[in-house]
């Protein structure tokens, strides 16, 4: 039986089974009427029968259980609103305190700062006193060295103009030389344009006429012959393989113009090359008449040339300046037969000597700095019997000296940093004869016969040889950027000079590139000069002047 309810405690109770009873049992769709305690679980009327009607479980009527478990929820109540109360006071005692610990904090934040503010700033008036004691008493001191800063400041941005000038100069003439081989082409493009237009338009009144003579019979039979005649006439011209041959050389020789650079004695250099071209001489040098018997050892730079007086025993060498003309007068005394810069100040020099017995040449090789000042001699191994030893030498693009004693086999790589030999190049059947010139593939091109030039690796294979025209004695010259030959010759039928211009593979690519007539006048030899620029060719010719060539493309 229920309980009787407090009074203002009204308990809102659900409607037994068999009225509007909404909550029912999940598993028989029942109104929910008891509670088992055992298990924790409303029931309907059938759980309760089934399984829930024996001990230990013990049913309570469910609206008993409702009413009781709100009444215990409703007694919970006025504890918690006091909880709520007095949370409420706990929350607004906190924010009192943070608001009371901020200011405080806050004032203390304050005092620090106030009190290391005063030490801060009475430690940087001390340092400041002490910097303004340093900088008067350094003041002299510092003067001189931003003056001596400036300077070098101002010398090195003298410097870089200088070299950037250089350098848009170089950039500028290159770009000049593409456009005049350009203006060239499209010239030449122009004109076989041009000669196949003609040809086009001829075609077109032919057959204009040929229409029109048709029309009429007497028309046809009075100028057919003459048209007849102009038909063969130009047919007979072959303008189309004219135009059309033209158009392959200069595709051929476009296909040939490259941009190549490199170094040469320590120094970069860069040009547009190449192309089989024409040379047109630009400038004659003339050879002091104080230059006996001029024999030609070698360029030091892009524009210097070495020349040997051998008149007598004086031996004095000259230097002359293709810019300037100048020839000047260096060393005496000394028998040199090749020279090749190293780098911007040292050049190294190949030399006869007489009176060997040992078995090392010492003197042979030598060091010079560009005021001719012996820096010192290198000595390698001597070989053969011969009291008078020639030594030839060049330097590669790596600044290594090759040397080679004239008429043995070994050519020697050395090291001009401390001299010593890195490797010792043996030719096999086959011995120096002359000059010896590195390419910048490292093979090295060997004279080894009055007509014959030997291409051969640092192993000592035999890559090419090379065999001139035999009428007289030749000389030859390396271009250090292309690995170009020029192998300069006396042409006995001709009475005259020439150079033919040879690939390192032992091709010729063109013969007698220039020409010029020998002088009454004494000397040695005539070779062709290679500048590292490329621009000029220089041949030295006759004895009496240097004749420079320069290379424009042709077509």
């Known amino acids: 039986m229920a309980a009787r309810f407090p009074e203002g405690n009204q308990v809102q109770l659900r409607p037994r089974k068999g009225h509007d009873m909404t909550w029912s ?26 399984e829930h009607c024996q001990k230990p479980c013990e049913l309570d009527d469910i609206e008993d259980v409702i009413f009781e478990r709100r009444k215990k929820l409703d007694e919970k109540r006025p504890k918690i609103q ?27 934040n304050n005092s620090i700062q106030a009190s290391y503010h005063n030490k801060i700033k009475s430690v940087e008036e001390k340092e400041d006193r002490m910097i303004r004691v340093i900088n008067e008493e350094a ?7 931003n003056e001596k800063r400036e300077k070098r400041i101002k010398d090195c941005n003298t410097e870089r103009e200088k070299k950037r000038q250089i350098i848009k100069d170089k950039e500028a003439k290159l770009l000049s030389d593409a456009k005049k081989i350009t203006e060239i082409i499209s010239k030449k493009i122009k004109d076989l344009t041009n000669k196949s237009q003609h040809v086009i338009n001829t075609i077109k009144n032919i057959e204009s006429t040929i229409t029109r003579i048709n029309q009429h019979d007497e028309t046809l039979v009075n100028e057919a012959p003459q048209v007849l005649a102009s038909i063969d006439e130009n047919l007979s011209l072959n303008v189309h393989q004219d135009v059309s041959d033209g158009l392959d050389r200069i595709e051929n020789a476009i296909q040939r113009v490259t941009f190549v650079e490199g170094e040469v004695g320590g120094k970069y250099y860069c040009r ?33 040339i070495c020349v040997q007086d051998r008149y007598n025993n004086d031996m004095y060498m000259y230097v002359t300046n293709i810019n300037t003309q100048h020839t000047e007068k260096v060393i005496r005394g000394v028998w040199i037969i090749s020279c090749a810069p190293i780098d ?12 060997f017995t040992g078995d090392r040449l010492d003197g042979c090789i030598t060091l010079y700095d560009r005021q001719w000042k012996v820096i010192r001699d290198i000595s390698i191994p001597r070989n053969g019997d011969s009291r008078y030893c020639s030594v030839y030498v060049d330097v590669d693009s790596n600044g290594m000296i090759i040397a080679g004693q004239y008429y043995q086999s070994n050519i020697y790589l050395i090291n001009p940093a401390d001299d010593k030999i890195v490797n010792t190049i043996t030719m096999q059947g086959k011995k120096v004869r002359g000059e010896i010139q590195a390419l910048s593939s490292d093979d090295i091109v060997v004279k080894t016969g009055y007509y014959e030039y030997t291409v051969i690796s640092r192993s000592g294979e035999e890559k090419a040889v090379i065999h001139c025209v035999k009428r007289g004695r030749s000389q030859c010259r390396v271009d250090k950027l292309t690995d170009t030959l020029y192998i300069a010759y006396w042409d006995r039928v001709r009475m005259t000079y020439a150079v033919d211009q040879v690939s390192r593979d032992g091709i010729i690519q063109a013969r007698r590139i220039v020409e010029y007539v020998k002088s009454d006048r004494p000397h040695y030899s005539s070779p062709c000069l290679v500048t590292p620029s490329g621009n000029l060719v220089v041949h030295v010719c006759d004895g009496d002047k240097f004749l420079l060539y320069k290379k424009t493309i042709l077509l």
């Not at 298990?39 to 759980?47: A, F, K, M, S, Y």
């Not at 006091?82 to 203390?108: F, H, P, W």
């Open 272 to 304: 547009i090359d190449g192309y089989i071209g024409k040379w047109e001489l630009v400038k004659s040098i003339h050879i002091p008449s104080v230059v006996h018997k001029p024999y030609v050892c070698g360029l030091v730079s892009d524009d210097e």
């Open 139 to 145: 003041d002299e001191e510092i003067r001189l060295v």
């Open 344 to 355: 911007s100040n040292v050049i190294v020099c190949g030399k006869r000597r007489d009176h």
């Open 25 to 50: 049992c999940d598993k028989h769709g029942e109104p929910i009427a008891f509670y088992c305690k055992k298990h924790g679980l409303p029931v309907c009327d059938r759980c309760a029968i089934k």
């Open 82 to 108: 006091e909880l709520q109360k007095q949370m409420k006071a706990l929350d607004l005692k906190i924010k009192m305190a943070l608001t009371s610990g901020d200011t405080n904090l806050q004032t203390v």
